[in-house]
């Protein structure tokens, strides 16, 4: 019973941060108000880090929180409160029908997911990262980032300088 | 008797749920912005199926891709954000039915 306490504490917070996931990104696009929706996407990223934490990845636990957590969903809000939004609250229901016929498919699309996981057990080359080296998960990441990943490194960087232009010059007021 | 560690099966499913929400949610909502967070989520959903890969697999390959689509979610909110604003300036409204035209 003692060796088996990690794993009901892992199952335990597996069950309970999936069901919080689950109902949060429901509420995210069933919220009429948007700030709303905003807070529970926040609550969604919340939960997913705490999976990356029981998959042993720390360092995209951290970078979730900080990147998703905090730096998007505040420019969501900050967009939000910039715009007023207060006629698309009161917009109703249209297109009901195309609406319906969406859910049913993205249902569908689940139930093939659902069924193409769990048809098959994982299989590929097992790696040389185990949990035991993965705990030092900032150092492996960093090794692999800065060698192998190297080239791709270069390229996001040259990608957010992109956006940041881009960005600049699209909120830019025309003259 | 030993119990089970939480099988990846599980995190694949609740990341396939995650991804349908969002579909669902970018399918359904005509408000710009509630739609671009079922994006975020979307992504957030693909970002789950990696790290659950790499982790049972035991590779580095699925927590850099990961990283990778962090850093381009950063830059499409930034970008993205950025269109709404001046759409909104332009045309008054987010609704993603009344945007129909490629140019105003």
Redesign the interface.
């Known amino acids: 019973m003692v ?2 306490i990690g ?2 504490f ?2 335990l917070i ?1 069950l309970g941060v ?1 069901f919080t ?2 109902i949060a ?2 509420l ?2 069933t919220r009429k108000n ?1 700030i709303h ?2 807070l529970f ?1 926040v609550l ?2 919340l939960c ?1 880090a705490v ?2 934490l ?4 720390q ?2 636990a951290i ?2 929180v900080v ?2 957590a905090g ?2 969903v505040m ?2 809000v ?3 409160m ?2 007023d ?1 207060e ?2 609250l009161r ?1 109703g229901l ?2 009901l029908y195309s ?1 319906v016929i ?2 049913a498919l ?2 569908l ?2 139930f093939g ?2 069924y193409s ?2 048809a098959k ?2 299989t ?8 035991e080296k ?1 705990s030092a998960n900032v150092k ?2 960093g090794e ?2 800065f060698t192998q ?1 190297l080239f ?1 490194f270069e390229i ?1 960087s040259v ?2 300088v ?3 232009v ?3 010059i ?2 830019k007021k025309r003259t | ?6 099988p ?7 990341s ?10 970018a ?5 710009a ?2 739609v ?3 994006i ?2 979307m992504l ?1 959903a693909v ?2 199926t990696f ?11 699925g ?2 891709f ?3 689509v ?10 993205g ?6 759409v ?1 300036r332009s045309r008054e ?3 993603v ?1 009344e945007i129909n035209l490629l140019k105003w």
């Open positions: 060796e088996n794993t009901i892992q199952w597996f999936a996931s689950i990104s429901f995210v696009i948007p929706s905003a996407l969604t990223f997913v999976l990356y029981l998959l042993y990845s360092f995209i970078i979730q990147v998703y730096a998007i420019l969501i900050f967009v939000i910039l715009l939004l006629e698309e917009s249209k297109l609406k969406g859910i993205a249902v699309f689940l997911l659902i996981v769990a057990s994982l590929g080359k097992i790696g040389t990262y185990t949990p993965m492996a990441v692999v980032l990943y791709p996001v990608l957010l992109a956006a940041i881009g960005a600049v699209l909120s | 008797m030993v119990i089970p560690s939480v990846p099966v599980l995190y694949l499913i609740l396939g749920i995650l991804f349908t929400i969002g579909v669902i949610g399918l359904t909502r005509r408000n912005i509630v671009f967070m079922c975020e989520m957030n970002n789950l790290i659950t890969v790499s982790r049972f697999l035991q590779s580095m390959d927590v850099l990961a990283f990778f962090m850093a381009v979610a950063a830059a499409e909110a930034a970008v954000l950025a269109i709404f604003v001046m909104y409204t987010v609704n039915d």
